[in-house]
Nanobody, 111 residues
């Protein structure tokens, strides 16, 4: 199983980014896919879940209404659309399935 995240970068507060997680070795829609993030000096925290073949989505309270998790079956890729970004969203974002993790992608929200 291999997970490769991309799409991170530097964005101003209020801006948007879309993270991608390219999945290989499994079909993402057969599993529970999760996004996590880890800010400097903090523990890794859950951000969003995609499950039930993409029909069920859950979010941590701090991102609900701003972030959207989705998947593309044809590309076997999971996305995290992040809108109205805040400085406190700054973190390394990781894709997860079962016990497998990607390498992470840095998101920095700063003016």
């Amino acid at each position: 199983v291999r997970l490769v995240e991309s799409g991170g970068g530097l964005v101003q507060p209020g801006g948007s980014l879309r993270l991608s997680c390219a999945v290989s070795g499994v079909t993402f829609s057969d599993y529970v896919m999760r996004w996590f993030r880890q800010a400097p000096g903090k523990v890794r925290e859950f951000v969003a879940t995609l499950s039930n073949a993409g029909e069920t989505k859950t979010y941590v309270d701090s991102v609900r209404g701003r972030f959207t998790i989705s998947g593309d079956n044809a590309k076997n890729t999971v996305y995290l659309q992040m809108n109205s970004l805040k400085p406190e969203d700054t973190a390394v974002y990781y894709c997860n399935v079962h016990t497998y993790w990607g390498q992470g992608t840095q998101v920095t929200v700063s003016s």
